[in-house]
């Protein structure tokens, strides 16, 4: 039974051996080449021209903001110029045009005796802006000193004073510099020149050559009582006076009519001189009516002068 067995073993085993061998005088066969990747696409950047945003069309309100400020706007114009101070009239509302330089301080001179209150402006980082003040007394000054940081700059500033606010509008350049700028006031000049006239006509008599004799008070005063309500009325034969109380000069005057037997009211035509009514004619009724929705109505009537009492015999 082992010779079955084992003759057989033996000969595969000489078979293997006899392949190995084989195989070991043989030549190694040459290592295949590895195969060629395709090449890889390169992404190629391709320049495209830029698309300009699309601008936004302003809205009626953001147009007529834009074409407010550009009409309010008043430039520096040679003819403005008081040696180097540009010298604008000053309206409520305008925008003033300031021009200003690096290195370079302007000046904004505010009117004699006005007092500062605040300085604001939209652009604090870039510019310098301070106060100072010359002069003493009613002749005291305020100054308002602005310099840039660079050329090139815009912003606006609002000066507020104890009589007015100005407007300015701010512009950099790189060497043009407003040395300094200041205002005419003509409302001040009007108010002024009225003050005076209002002085002298408070001065002048009333009427003049007119005996106190020749005067006659009998009028009553009725009605409402409004604070111009007149303290009395007079003639002298020719005219009518309606003497007013102060407070007339500071608030609206009443129209004055003239009403007949039928209680029909016609306007009359009179003059103000001072805080006298002086109408040039002499009238029995008369009413001074004020306001719309609540009308004040007084009334001055024309009354028998009362008779000198006779002395007993």
């Not at 009518?240 to 007339?248: C, D, N």
Request: net charge positive; with cysteine; proline share 8%.
């Amino acid at each position: 039974m082992t010779r079955r067995i084992l003759a057989p073993l033996c000969a595969v085993s000489l078979l293997a051996l006899s392949a190995g061998a084989h195989a070991q005088t043989q030549p190694a066969a040459p290592a295949a080449a590895p195969k060629a990747e395709p090449p890889k696409p390169v992404p190629v950047a391709i320049h495209t021209p830029h698309r300009r945003a699309k601008l936004r069309t302003p809205s009626p309100a953001e147009a007529g903001v834009t074409a407010a400020n550009r009409a309010a706007t008043r430039e520096p114009v040679s003819a403005g110029f008081v040696n180097a101070v540009q010298v604008y009239p000053f309206a409520e509302g305008s925008l003033y045009q300031v021009y200003a330089a690096p290195e370079r301080v302007t000046d904004i001179a505010l009117q004699p005796g006005e007092a500062l209150i605040s300085v604001a402006a939209g652009d604090t980082a870039r510019w310098v802006i301070g106060d100072t003040s010359s002069g003493s007394g009613a002749d005291k000054r305020t100054h308002v000193l602005l310099k840039p940081f660079s050329a090139g700059l815009g912003t606006n500033v609002v000066i507020t004073t104890d009589r007015r606010s100005y407007h300015l509008a701010l512009t950099s350049t790189s060497f043009t510099a407003m040395v300094a700028l200041s205002w005419t006031y003509p409302q001040d000049a009007l108010l002024a020149l009225k003050r005076v006239v209002d002085e002298r006509q408070a001065a002048t008599p009333v009427a003049t050559g007119i005996a106190p004799e020749q005067l006659h008070f009998n009028y009553a005063i009725s009605g409402d009582r409004p604070a111009w309500r007149p303290l009395r009325a007079f003639d002298d034969g020719r005219q009518t006076y309606v003497e007013f109380p102060a407070s007339l000069a500071v608030g609206e005057a009443p129209p004055l009519f003239l009403v007949d037997r039928k209680g029909e009211a016609q306007l009359v035509n009179y003059r103000l001189q001072g805080r006298f009514y002086v109408v040039d004619r002499i009238f029995d009724v008369a009413e001074l009516r004020l306001g719309l929705k609540h009308q004040d109505v007084v009334r001055i009537d024309r009354v028998a002068e009362p008779q000198p009492k006779r002395r007993k015999s």
